[in-house]
């Protein structure tokens, strides 16, 4: 609640604008936590560490959109269901990876339609990394 007055603040000083504020404190104040830091958030592994963004719609399905920013970390090991960069035969593109229960690696795509991706021998694949995080806009301006 404010209300106009004379009186000095808890310091001793005037309020140069004459409101005095009553009532009760936040009762967020006490809950205030540090400054969100990105670099620490966003970046496990400084070195391995890469950025990328999407170009196009194909992966909208899942959430990622055109123009997104994807946080991409080559350290970690490649663990099932991960969204992961993988360089298949001279392009990148990003799958889901999974194992077959002898251990064999095949891919998916966040599109259905597009099935089931077991690398032959003649396949030139590389698994490059893991996204870890998916920076989406909000508004476009």
Not at 18 to 27: K, L, V
Not at 61 to 81: A, C, H, K
Not at 111 to 136: C, K, M, N, Q
Request: hydrophobic share 35%.
């Amino acid at each position: 609640m404010r209300q106009k007055t004379d009186r000095k603040t808890e310091s001793g000083e005037n309020n140069s604008t004459g409101e005095h504020f009553t009532g009760f404190a936040s009762p967020a104040e006490d809950q205030v936590s540090a400054p969100i830091d990105l670099n620490k958030e966003l970046i496990h592994h400084p070195e391995t560490t890469y950025f990328a963004r999407i170009d196009g719609d194909a992966l909208k399905d899942i959430g990622i959109q055109d123009g997104d920013l994807i946080v991409i970390d080559r350290s970690l090991p490649f663990q099932e269901n991960d969204l992961v960069i993988c360089y298949l035969n001279g392009a990148f593109d990003i799958k889901f990876v999974h194992y077959t229960k002898d251990g064999e690696i095949y891919l998916t795509s966040s599109d259905p339609e597009r099935g089931i991706f077991r690398a032959s021998e003649t396949d030139d694949l590389l698994l490059w990394g893991v996204i870890t995080y998916v920076i989406h806009r909000y508004h476009r301006r």
